[in-house]
């Protein structure tokens, strides 16, 4: 190895593998945790809640959960985190869900024309664009500018998926011609590229970058303005149980509930 | 060592709980017949001579070229397995162009030699079948043909007749020993049957337990076997003994030693043998002519071709063959008490 | 024993339909299993759009995907064959210290998640990389996001499969022929060739068509160490899954269209080579 002095510890590294590579597991498989936590449940003394959410809100409704549990003694709030069409078409083919809170308004008006939504969604939270490079910028990128460059290898989200439109749409509105190497299937695909500086640039949610920690650094720009992701969420028509689905919402959209959405990195509506 | 052999060897091979140690010599298109019975060593013998084997000792040189240390492929070898083994996915053709072909003659011209040799075989209509396709009589002589193809200096055949029937058998066989005949280098021959032997072979080497245990000419094997093996395989009467001028102590296994006399005089230790149609079987002690006469009890009766086989027990156990009608003349059955008589002259008698 | 039981010794003359008792204790496990298999199949067709077939095959997006996906699934059996065989000749005819851990490495990638192989593929091959590094340090080339980076990663998911197959036939072959050829003359690489090939012929296609099918719906490895670019790396199985983020419909269109093709191949393929026997 003749230019280990450039590279990062070795130690880091492996490190950074391990934990890559964790965490590629546990994406496999994120469902299961709530099937056996629904077998255990006692349904007589306990209500279950069960929400379908879109993957970027894992961490913040996880806590919220918590604070919902304890303010309504005996539920249970059991989660589905994916992506928001995976969800939509889950709830469609009939999934036993309560409440639906999507990443975007276009696959929640599907949901909507479909019938499998009572009542009307709202807006909860907001997502806006970052560009994500690795930790130390190593292609000292600036603006979005800098992702036209020749040089620079900019991984997008694939236009089927809400972050590929949200950046195209940033990219137009900048007028900036970018030639991405790869059009990721979702953002935690193309922050994975930027963690292994396979990639010098993604554009990302600033949610994302936020979770992503200290592998990842964001750069905000202008043009991200006109690439807001609004967050709906609604009632499920099929829900059995409203009352317990409309107070979750109502925790959601509450200034305790906003709180915890900007902790992660969320702007308010 | 014979300068001029076509072969010499001398094959050890150690393995646990078997050790081979055999020498064998042929002379150039002499046909040479490794004997025995199995697990003997005979076929270890003939892999270790094509190379297949590695010999732990020894030495294996074709025609003065020293080949002990020649892989397989470059042995001027031609083997014929035991099932033939050719190879399914080519023609007859190719399988006998295959040789030529390993040692760079170009395909047209392997495959005119092929054909050639598969006519002279008389097999051309099978040119183009695939093995599957083929009799055995006809896919043991496309195997001849096909290690013969390659212009081998040294012919191995490992138990050439054994996949065939007893009915074709005998076809083949002569015709074999035909192309033996053809053949100018030396060639070993792997048998458990001794007609093989006897019809194919111009020299029998027995291998019982690794070990050599006579060698010669096939007639003399026939006339003088030196092993219990060997004289059941040319079914002769054989014992061992001590020979003071025409009178011969033999031992058997139990009892004390029976006196065998014989024609000519011997002195030290020899073997006596003499045919089972020798003997003749009287009911009281024979007086006259027959110099030998042992008292014996009939332990077992068996047709033998037209004869009838006679099992003796006695102080000389021994086999008789007698005619269907000289049996019932004598009105003889088992467990009866009869005198087994052997002319001297009927007796073979030689240096062990 | 009156000679109705299915071991009532040889064959008895004058009862020939004895001989062709239908085997009913191995046809209905046999049922279920080819019923499962092909159930879900069932549930794609109940729910394709057929009237759109045709003309998302035109769609250039999807042409371009379907050759893509056939030619690096190709090229990708092909630079299997050439390394996997010998690995799998090693594997079956040598003795070497530590063969059996070789063996039970070469399985790693069927057993991993192939999301997981991926991101392997990255850490060794990326341009940041064990192996990357110096190779982006040294030409500037890097290999992700490169069609040859989509025959990566089928090879590293699907060689395996070959490797397998193809060891478990040179084991079952009778190594008598190799010694038979070896006494005519040919050397250790014309046996190999001339005599071991053909007789493993069977279970070399089968390996080579489990790979290649395994290549052709590679997925997971695939979008981790190549991206998703159309026309570059983007393979079926990945349009396909994108498809999904819009359209269910749609997907069920692409996955059709893979696999009809797929299966008009390894049919075609069957028929030509392998043929009847």
């Not at chain 1, 919402?249 to 959405?261: C, M």
Request: glycine share 10%; aromatic share 6%.
């Amino acid at each position: 190895m003749p230019d280990r002095s450039g590279s990062p510890a070795p130690g880091r590294r492996a490190a950074l593998a391990a934990a890559l590579l964790l965490s590629v597991v546990a994406a496999c498989a994120p469902v299961e945790e709530g099937a056996d936590g629904a077998t255990s449940t006692d349904a007589s003394a306990e209500r279950t809640l069960t929400v379908f959410a879109a993957a970027s809100l894992t961490g913040s409704f996880e806590e919220l959960a918590e604070r919902f549990e304890d303010g309504h003694a005996g539920t249970r709030v059991e989660f589905n985190f994916a992506g928001s069409s995976d969800l939509a078409a889950q709830i469609a083919a009939g999934a036993p869900a309560d409440v639906f809170a999507s990443a975007n308004t276009s696959t929640m008006r599907r949901a909507v024309e479909t019938g499998a939504i009572a009542g009307e969604p709202e807006v909860f939270a907001r997502n806006v664009m970052e560009i994500a490079v690795p930790a130390g910028n190593p292609a000292r990128i600036e603006d979005l500018d800098d992702l036209a460059r020749a040089d620079v290898k900019v991984a997008l989200c694939a236009e089927e998926v809400p972050c590929g439109t949200a950046a195209r749409t940033a990219l137009e509105e900048a007028g900036v011609q970018v030639d991405p190497v790869t059009l990721e299937q979702d953002v935690k695909a193309a922050l994975t590229k930027v963690r292994l500086n396979e990639v010098d640039a993604a554009l990302v949610y600033r949610t994302d970058v936020r979770e992503a920690g200290d592998a990842v650094e964001g750069i905000s720009f202008p043009e991200a303005r006109s690439a807001v992701n609004d967050y709906p969420i609604a009632v499920v028509a099929e829900s059995a149980q409203a009352d317990l689905a409309e107070a979750w919402v109502g925790l959601v959209t509450s200034d305790e509930g906003r709180a915890v959405l900007l902790d992660a990195g969320f702007q308010a509506p | 060592m014979r300068p001029d052999a076509a072969l010499s060897a001398r094959l050890v091979v150690e393995r646990a709980g078997f050790r081979l140690d055999a020498g064998l010599e042929a002379d150039p298109g002499e046909v040479v017949a490794l004997l025995g019975p199995n697990g003997a060593g005979k076929s270890t013998a003939l892999r270790a001579l094509a190379g297949l084997v590695p010999l732990s000792s020894g030495h294996v040189t074709v025609e003065g070229t020293d080949l002990t240390t020649t892989p397989t492929e470059h042995r001027p070898i031609g083997m014929v397995f035991q099932d033939y083994l050719l190879f399914g996915h080519m023609s007859a053709l190719d399988n006998v162009a295959f040789g030529p072909r390993c040692q760079g003659v170009g395909r047209a011209r392997a495959r005119a030699l092929a054909a050639d040799l598969l006519d002279r075989f008389g097999l051309s209509d099978q040119a183009r079948l695939r093995p599957r396709e083929l009799s055995g009589g006809q896919a043991q002589r496309v195997a001849l043909a096909r290690a013969l193809a390659a212009r081998p200096r040294l012919l191995l055949l490992d138990e050439p007749l054994a996949a065939l029937d007893a009915h074709t058998r005998v076809a083949v066989r002569s015709r074999l020993r035909g192309d033996l005949a053809d053949f100018d280098g030396a060639t070993v021959l792997v048998t458990h049957d001794p007609l093989d032997a006897m019809v194919l072979a111009d020299r029998v080497t027995v291998i019982e337990n690794g070990a050599v245990v006579q060698q010669g000419r096939p007639a003399d094997i026939a006339r003088r076997p030196r092993t219990a093996y060997v004289a059941r395989l040319v079914g002769l009467n054989l014992y061992r003994g001590v020979a003071s001028g025409t009178r011969v102590e033999v031992r058997v296994a139990d009892g004390g030693p029976v006196e065998v006399t014989i024609a000519e005089r011997r002195y030290g230790d020899v073997f006596v043998a003499f045919a089972p149609r020798a003997v003749a079987l009287y009911r009281e002690r024979p007086g006259g002519s027959p110099r030998n006469a042992w008292p014996a009890r009939i332990d077992g009766v068996e047709r033998f071709g037209d004869q009838v086989r006679v099992h003796l027990d006695g102080d000389l156990p021994l086999s008789a063959d007698v005619t269907p009608a000289a049996l019932a003349e004598l009105g003889l059955g088992v467990g009866d008490r009869i005198w087994a008589g052997v002319k001297a002259m009927e007796i073979a008698a030689y240096q062990a | 024993m009156t000679g109705t039981g299915p071991t009532s010794g040889p064959p008895r003359r004058g009862r020939p339909a004895a001989r062709r008792r239908f085997p009913w204790l191995l046809a209905v496990p046999a049922a279920l299993g080819f019923a499962f298999l092909i159930l879900p199949f069932l549930g794609l067709l109940a729910r394709t759009p057929w009237s759109t077939l045709g003309t998302r095959l035109l769609m250039p997006e999807v042409r371009d995907a379907l050759l893509l996906s056939l030619g690096t699934a190709t090229v990708t059996t092909a630079i299997a064959l050439v390394l996997g065989v010998p690995l799998a000749w090693l594997l079956a005819r040598t003795e070497f210290p530590g063969r059996g851990i070789v063996r039970a490495l070469v399985t790693v990638p069927l057993v991993i998640p192939p999301v997981v192989g991926g991101v392997a593929l990255l850490l060794a091959l990326g341009r940041n990389g064990v192996v990357g590094r110096p190779l982006y340090e040294w030409t500037g080339y890097s290999l992700p996001f490169t069609t040859a980076a989509v025959v990566v990663a089928q090879l590293f998911v699907a060689m395996p499969f070959l490797v397998i197959s193809v060891e478990g036939a040179l084991r079952g072959a009778d190594r008598r022929y190799e010694e038979a050829a070896a006494t005519l003359g040919a050397s250790r690489a014309t046996i190999f060739r001339r005599v071991t090939l053909p007789m493993v012929g069977p279970g070399v296609l089968a390996g080579a068509v489990l790979c290649w099918s395994r290549a052709l719906g590679e997925f997971g490895a695939t979008i981790m160490f190549a991206g998703n670019f159309p026309g570059r790396t983007q393979t079926m199985p990945l349009a396909v899954y994108l498809a999904m983020q819009q359209s269910p419909e749609g997907a069920v269109v692409l996955s059709l269209v893979l696999l009809v093709v797929s299966l008009a191949i390894l049919i075609g393929l069957r028929d030509r080579w392998v043929g009847t026997p």
